[in-house]
């Protein structure tokens, strides 16, 4: 936001919590502020004036957002002019809380209006109300007959409808649902035994004669059949509504929500996907699927070297953001690097005002999270003053980074709030390798990160009012790069003596072993290694080796056909681990004719020892020194043999006309 001509207000709210206008005012960089109270009701007027003078305006009430939104459009249209009007709570994070003041986390909940989050780039979506209903009973029909003036509905009945009577304008057809893919605006449904209802006849309803199969196109689907769902975590499929057909109330919700599902909508791309960076796989060997094991709406495929993410079905969770190891998805709305802009701004802004108490963070989503928080003020305790609320979109894109980047800053704590987390949660996993990293810093560290699940107000203010540690686990350092080089960074600092880490299954970083006994040094994983942390040497037989550029993805070790490479996740914090290493090394084979190096000595030296006396090709002592020629030299001495295969004869004589008198 620019700074020239901002007017601050701040509404006590009813004189019911205590505010610095000083410190606020300097927090955003204001050039006035007015402290006042009841502003959406008696002082209006406050507002009013403010709004109406041209400045950028900073209202600090999120409760009343839509009251003052209207308000700014009244006057810019009553005056012709564009007010600029920004609203934030502190109210519910900083202002009421049972601690007596919280000043500087009000202030620091402030300075973030000063950040500008990336836009996120969206795809548009066009639903044109083509709805198809799934169900076996009258409440289908009922709910088909509610739709019809708005939607173009047809019923795909499960049974016979026998004495039920056909609706007028409604299209019924019975048959078994075998397949159905895609979101809002684009559902491919395949049906079996497919039949259309016949319109013709008395006495009970039929249909007609049934087809094989039969495939269809759909905007909408409503699903009323009792039954499993169509789709993994089909709460978040956009265009698929499910209900109980017994649910009487859920029934009339739906027909409203299958209404206001036509039209045209933009759709948020969540991720950005570089399929150059992924590591799923490599010439058909299989490699990093853990974004694939985790998605909860299946919007990832496989798609040959590369996944595929769907923008379409994405939910927008973040959970493969969080487990890609090589950077490949990269959450967008917002992206990491402005998490750790918004995680240095407020330890950097809380302490600039409060010398003495060192913050702790709060990771909480937007929905959930917010509302525990919002009750908790109203009814309870309120937030702690030294616990600033960190809002994202959703808890299961938080990744080990932004922890450990947190702790980093110089926050004490990481307390993380949830209702409840899965086992098979990419959560589960980032927070794994935090405890493993800060069984190393010191006594009791691990308590420095906690997770919550609790729906409970009572339990989560004992937990948060409950304070392991006063003190930061180290000064601040500056954190630039993206996850891997920050994680490196925030990590040396925490722990400088410490060496290598040992880290869960699955965690991004790590070495590789391998068995020198089996390796025969064909560089087979050098030529997949998605990453270069394999390479080779030009000038001998060598395997080396980079750890920081290993991302753990396995393709080395499906790769090798002598099972010489295993897999081993640590955190390697020597500057060793920043340079090549030689993983495996031997002398080359010098051929026998140019004496040139060539190949694996030993290798070359178990073949001949495999074919001598051994083989009915390599009886002559001839053949066998092929083996033991260079590339050159071994086309030239096959050329140059008796009987050899390449030779033509003798060049034909020219004839001349001489020749024929």
Known sequence: MNSQKRTLILCKCDSSMKLDSQMAKESVDADQVIETDYLCTKNVHVAEKVLSSGKETLIACQQQASFFEELSNEIALEKNTTPKLTTIDIRDRAGWTDDLTAYAKQAALLSEVKLTSPLTPFKEITSEGVCLILGSDENTLDVASKLKDELAVTVLMSRDIGELSPRGEVNICNGKLKTVTGSLGNFKVLVTEYSELNLHGRGSVSFGEKRKEASSECDIIIDLRGDNPLFPSSEKRDGYLRRDPKDRVGLESVVLEAINLKGEFEKPVYVRFEEAKCAHSRASRSGCSRCLDICPTNAISSNGDSVAIDPYICAGCG??????????????????????????????????????????????????????????????????????????????????????????????????????????????????????????????????????????????????????????????????????????????????????????????????????????????????????????????????????????????????????????????????????????????????????????????????????????MYQDSKKLDLVKMCDDCRVNAQYHEENSPFKYGEKPKIRTTDDYH
């Open 319 to 616: 959970s493969c953001s969080a487990v890609c190891p090589s950077g490949a998805a990269n959450y967008d709305d917002p992206p990491f690097t402005f998490n750790l802009q918004r995680i240095t701004n407020l330890r950097s802004v809380f302490k600039k005002y409060d010398r003495q108490v060192e913050p702790r963070i709060l990771f909480v989503d937007k929905d959930f999270g917010m509302e525990l928080i919002t009750l908790s003020a109203r009814f309870g305790r309120g937030l702690p003053a030294d616990l600033i609320p960190f809002a994202i979109p959703n808890i299961e894109l938080i990744s080990h980074a932004e922890i450990l980047a947190a702790l980093a800053s110089g926050f004490s704590e990481v307390i993380i709030l949830t209702k409840e987390v899965p086992n098979f949660s990419s959560l589960k996993l980032q927070m794994n390798i935090c405890m493993s990293i800060l069984a190393h810093c010191g006594p009791e560290s691990q308590n420095r990160l906690r997770l919550i699940e609790t729906m409970d107000i009572e339990t989560f203010e004992n937990e948060i009012y409950s304070k392991n540690h006063n003190k930061k686990i180290v000064e601040p350092v500056l954190l630039l790069g993206e996850k891997r080089e920050i994680t490196r960074t925030a990590v040396k600092a925490m722990i400088p003596s410490e060496d290598a880490i040992e880290l869960p299954e699955t965690s991004p970083y790590g070495e590789i072993l391998v068995n020198t006994d089996k390796c025969t040094l064909c560089l087979a994983c050098v030529s997949l290694c998605p990453t270069n942390a394999l390479e080779d040497n030009a000038d001998r037989p060598e395997l080396n080796f980079t750890e920081t550029a290993c991302i753990q993805c396995g393709i080395c070790s499906s790769t090798c056909p002598e099972q010489a490479i295993t897999l081993r996740p640590r955190l390697n914090l020597n500057n060793e681990a920043l340079s090549q290493k030689v993983l495996n090394t031997e002398e080359p084979f010098e051929c026998i004719s140019c004496k040139r190096p060539f190949g694996v000595k030993s290798t070359i030296e178990r073949i001949v020892a495999k074919l001598e006396n051994n083989h009915w």
